[in-house]
């Protein structure tokens, strides 16, 4: 169905090929990844981006390191290649997973590659099944809300929450989606409305202020997560917080869709989870153009924490976790 491929790795050349999001929608450009710190910058200036794609190519970054310089240099990109960003634990849950295999690898090239290859191939199967779980609460007719991006181009499957989207249109359920732009970097606008509409998906794109006046057209909102507690709260795209509060104002579900490794069982609360907070200039620049005061101060968090309270439920490759979360998450293993 996707007519993209959002990361490839090439074996006979050594290199990753990323689809460029920065140049999205206008252009579709792929860079070619040469060492850990083209990764590290890929990463870090959002060329890739989106909680499970990040954890993937880190993990074949550290595998292009250790065909370049063995066990040595494949340790030092796991050390450059977690600080890229701080937020989405799936980066250092696939690099925990690459430092676990190099500890462990009298071979590290080969084994790094194949357990990159893993970490891909189990996020693809993460997006299916959440998409046939997810696809269960969507009805004919529905009208979707959705935040940032965690479609195709935040993972290398389906997407998480436009997983769904995609697998309840293949059932011929007839949808409406309103897409909130995001800003400041509009993965909403640049994006979704990119992924669903090469996709057939009809999709309205809206400012996130505008978010309020229409909620009450619609039957579920479903976001991403870039880290959930083990009390259910959950770290998504700046501004998900306060589509969940108008949500719960009209009586409108909000749903979470996440895979397995986007859940960080050592923190107890979203209090704890780390915040990134990016260059001032995403916000007093648009495109191009300075379009705030200089003496004005900024703030550019990157991320919000939605409260587990506001959360109806949270999709995952395994089931639809419901509140409590402090039990329902624990007992996730016997599902
Ligand atoms: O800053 P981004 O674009 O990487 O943020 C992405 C999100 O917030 C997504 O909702 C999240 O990573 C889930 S992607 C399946």
Redesign the pocket.
């Given at each position: 169905m996707m007519r993209f491929r959002t990361i490839e790795y090439d074996q006979n050349k050594n290199e990753i090929i990323i689809l460029d999001q920065t140049a999205l929608p206008n252009k579709e450009v792929y860079l070619h990844l040469r060492t850990a710190e083209d990764v590290y910058h890929a990463i870090r200036n959002?060329k890739v981006?989106?909680?499970?794609?990040?954890g993937v190519t880190a993990a074949y970054g550290v595998a292009l390191a250790a065909r370049h310089g063995g066990s040595d240099l494949a340790g030092q990109a796991c050390d450059l290649l977690n600080s890229a960003?701080p937020t989405?634990v799936n980066l250092s849950w696939a690099l925990g997973r690459m430092r676990n295999r190099l500890r462990h690898a009298p071979e590290p090239c080969e084994e790094l590659l194949a357990e990159a290859r893993a970490i891909e191939t189990e996020d693809k199967e993460a997006c299916t099944r959440i998409g046939a779980i997810g696809s269960g609460l969507i009805k004919d007719n529905c009208r979707i809300m959705v935040?940032?991006?965690?479609?195709a181009l935040?993972?290398t499957g389906i997407?998480?929450?436009l997983g769904i989207i995609y697998t309840a249109k293949q059932q011929a359920k007839d949808l409406t989606v309103y897409s909130c732009e995001t800003r400041p970097?509009l993965?909403g606008a640049r994006l979704t409305s990119w992924e669903l509409t090469r996709n057939g998906v009809r999709t309205f794109t809206i400012c996130d202020g505008m978010a309020a006046a229409f909620m009450d057209r619609m039957d579920i909102v479903i976001?991403?997560?870039?880290r959930i507690a083990r009390n259910g709260d959950v770290a998504?795209?700046i501004g998900?917080r306060g589509l969940a509060i108008i949500a719960r104002y009209h009586g409108v579900p909000f749903y979470v869709?996440?895979p397995l490794s986007?859940f960080d069982l050592t923190l107890a609360s979203g209090t704890q989870i780390p915040i990134e907070e990016r260059d001032p200039d995403e916000v007093r620049v648009f495109t191009d153009r300075p379009i705030v005061a200089d003496e004005a101060e900024i703030h550019n968090p990157?991320?919000d924490i939605t409260p587990a309270g506001l959360i109806t439920g949270i999709i995952n490759e395994r089931c639809v976790l419901e509140p409590p979360y402090e039990k329902t998450i624990q007992d996730i293993d016997s599902v």
């Open positions: 959002m981006r989106g909680a499970p794609l990040i960003r989405a935040h940032c991006n965690a479609g935040a993972t997407g998480t929450a970097l993965q976001v991403g997560a870039d998504n795209k998900t869709a996440a986007t990157a991320f």
